[in-house]
């Protein structure tokens, strides 16, 4: 679907999608989280008859996430529940639950968190995940400014091997942020939040989208041309060129467009050259630079062709920084 412009009439802020901030380390006030949305179930609740519901873990536009357990096993939990206050087209919301639920069915990578269970009925949809104990890039962003180039490698290198994965099975994550890019003690990297992902060639909106719903092209802030235009007509190159807008952020401390509304933004990445990551952080590795550079290039064609191609050239980066 076309977005019209400038006077593009875009579901955006920068958490479109959920922001999972599944971290124990910092979990949600509960007395805030009631407040913030009242139609919750209490914590303690049991869903689906073996998942009771622990704490509040994260908020987002149209979900809220719950960290459990199951009843009998000692297995950690995260529970997206469609928000039934604060989203203002429910069927939409759970649309993009059951999207999620159905690709995950499909892919299997360790840097994805694995589905256990889903409900789409009822009085609480949801879908059941591994609980990631971690941070998200977004939050690393926040406190750093300018996030280590190794550290940013590191991650990159494994979220590459995620898309790879995806890309494989003909997926398009479209909502590459760094909200959705989870780091975890370890050091593992995990993307997450799949309900916008759709097949490459596709013309429906998500996997199993509902006709009637209204377009949610991703996030504006790192949103490849191409997908502002056609959120359904987009390939891998779409997710290489979010991506990039997501290492520009974490590298520079800031995002590649600034506008005063989303439509601005959105022509921005459109029309308008980034300035070389080097030019906001200037003792920046020239070689992770062009990189970034090159995953941003306006035109599909001129982005890495593929997974392997970008993997390899940031193990040059990697090998460059040692």
Same mark, same amino acid.
């Given at each position: 679907?076309?977005?019209?412009?400038?006077?593009?009439?875009?579901?955006?802020?920068?958490?479109?999608?959920?922001?999972?901030?599944?971290?124990?380390?910092?979990?949600?006030?509960?007395?805030?989280?009631?407040?913030?949305?009242?139609?919750?179930?209490?914590?303690?609740?049991?869903?689906?008859?073996?998942?009771?519901?622990?704490?509040?873990?994260?908020?987002?536009?149209?979900?809220?996430?719950?960290?459990?357990?199951?009843?009998?096993?000692?297995?950690?939990?995260?529970?997206?529940?469609?928000?039934?206050q604060h989203?203002?087209?429910?069927e939409t919301?759970?649309?993009?639950?059951?999207?999620?639920?159905?690709?995950?069915?499909?892919?299997?990578?360790?840097?994805?968190?694995?589905?256990?269970?889903?409900?789409?009925?009822?009085?609480?949809?949801?879908?059941?995940?591994?609980?990631?104990?971690?941070?998200?890039?977004?939050?690393?962003?926040?406190?750093?400014?300018?996030?280590?180039?190794?550290?940013?490698?590191?991650?990159?290198?494994?979220?590459?091997?995620?898309?790879?994965?995806?890309?494989?099975?003909?997926?398009?994550?479209?909502?590459?942020?760094?909200?959705?890019?989870?780091?975890?003690?370890?050091?593992?990297?995990?993307?997450?939040?799949?309900?916008?992902?759709?097949?490459?060639g596709s013309?429906?909106?998500?996997?199993?989208?509902?006709?009637?719903?209204?377009?949610?092209?991703?996030?504006?802030?790192?949103?490849?041309?191409?997908?502002?235009?056609?959120?359904?007509?987009?390939?891998?190159?779409?997710?290489?060129?979010?991506?990039?807008?997501?290492?520009?952020?974490?590298?520079?401390?800031?995002?590649?467009?600034?506008?005063?509304?989303?439509?601005? +933004? $959105? @022509? =921005?990445?459109?029309?308008?050259? *980034?300035?070389?990551?080097? %030019?906001? &952080?200037?003792?920046?590795?020239?070689? !992770?630079?062009? +990189? $970034? @550079? =090159?995953?941003?290039?306006?035109? *599909?064609?001129?982005?890495? %062709?593929? &997974?392997?191609?970008?993997?390899?050239? !940031?193990?040059? +980066?990697?090998?460059?920084?040692?």
């Amino acid at each position: 679907m076309q977005v019209a412009l400038p006077n593009a009439d875009v579901d955006d802020d920068l958490a479109a999608t959920l922001i999972a901030c599944q971290n124990s380390a910092t979990p949600v006030d509960s007395r805030q989280a009631n407040e913030a949305d009242p139609s919750m179930p209490d914590i303690g609740t049991v869903l689906l008859h073996r998942w009771r519901l622990q704490a509040w873990a994260g908020l987002g536009t149209a979900s809220v996430v719950f960290r459990g357990q199951h009843l009998e096993l000692p297995l950690p939990v995260a529970i997206k529940i469609v928000s039934r206050q604060h989203y203002r087209d429910r069927e939409t919301a759970v649309g993009h639950l059951r999207n999620e639920a159905h690709v995950l069915t499909r892919l299997r990578h360790p840097n994805i968190a694995r589905l256990w269970d889903f409900q789409e009925e009822g009085e609480f949809p949801c879908l059941v995940t591994d609980f990631i104990d971690g941070t998200t890039l977004r939050q690393l962003i926040r406190v750093d400014g300018r996030v280590e180039p190794r550290r940013i490698v590191r991650m990159a290198l494994q979220i590459a091997d995620v898309l790879a994965e995806s890309w494989r099975e003909g997926f398009v994550h479209r909502d590459i942020k760094p909200e959705n890019i989870v780091l975890c003690v370890d050091g593992t990297a995990k993307l997450i939040d799949f309900g916008l992902a759709t097949m490459m060639g596709s013309e429906n909106l998500g996997v199993h989208a509902i006709a009637s719903s209204p377009p949610r092209v991703g996030t504006v802030a790192y949103l490849a041309p191409e997908q502002a235009r056609n959120s359904a007509a987009v390939d891998q190159r779409a997710d290489m060129y979010s991506f990039g807008a997501t290492l520009y952020h974490a590298v520079t401390g800031r995002l590649p467009f600034a506008g005063n509304n989303a439509a601005q +933004v $959105i @022509l =921005r990445h459109i029309e308008d050259v *980034p300035a070389p990551p080097t %030019a906001f &952080a200037p003792n920046l590795n020239a070689t !992770l630079s062009a +990189v $970034i @550079l =090159r995953m941003m290039a306006k035109s *599909p064609k001129d982005r890495f %062709a593929n &997974a392997s191609e970008f993997r390899s050239a !940031l193990e040059d +980066v990697q090998e460059s920084l040692r």
